[in-house]
Nanobody
Framework: QGQLLESGGGVVQAGGSLRLSCTAS????????MAWFRQAPGKEREFVAT???????SYLDSVKGRFTISRDNTKKTVYLQMNSLKPEDTAVYYC????????????????????WGQGTQVTVSS
């Protein structure tokens, strides 16, 4: 299973930017689909973005045009660049990994992933 370690969270004013990072260890990162989820207080964990092995991406509708997911296989790291942040983006953000075949579809459900990081808090103040 390996480990996933997130970093980059913090407190930012509305309209600001943050970049989250998630570094994998103990797994073959290049064979993983990677994703970001988030969970706000009192709410269920929800999909934010995913990047497949081939590099194509999918996003939650409410973050399209503001968030960008990317990966660097040489560093075993996936990133989430978050721009134009809104108070409703406030949540704990989790990185997730799933070993897949190259032609696998985009996985967007919590139950699709078996490897998770511990999360990093993002707070957007109004």
């Amino acid at each position: 299973q390996g480990q996933l370690l997130e970093s980059g969270g913090g407190v930012v004013q509305a309209g600001g930017s943050l970049r989250l990072s998630c570094t994998a260890s103990g797994r073959t990162f290049s064979r993983d689909a990677m994703a970001w989820f988030r969970q706000a207080p009192g709410k269920e964990r929800e999909f934010v973005a995913t990047i497949r092995r081939a590099g194509d991406t999918s996003y939650l509708d409410s973050v399209k045009g503001r968030f960008t997911i990317s990966r660097d296989n040489t560093k075993k790291t996936v990133y989430l660049q978050m721009n134009s942040l809104k108070p409703e983006d406030t949540a704990v953000y989790y990185c997730a990994a799933k070993s897949t075949i190259l032609t696998a579809p985009a996985y967007t459900r919590v139950d699709d992933y078996f490897s998770w990081g511990q999360g990093t808090q993002v707070t957007v103040s109004s």
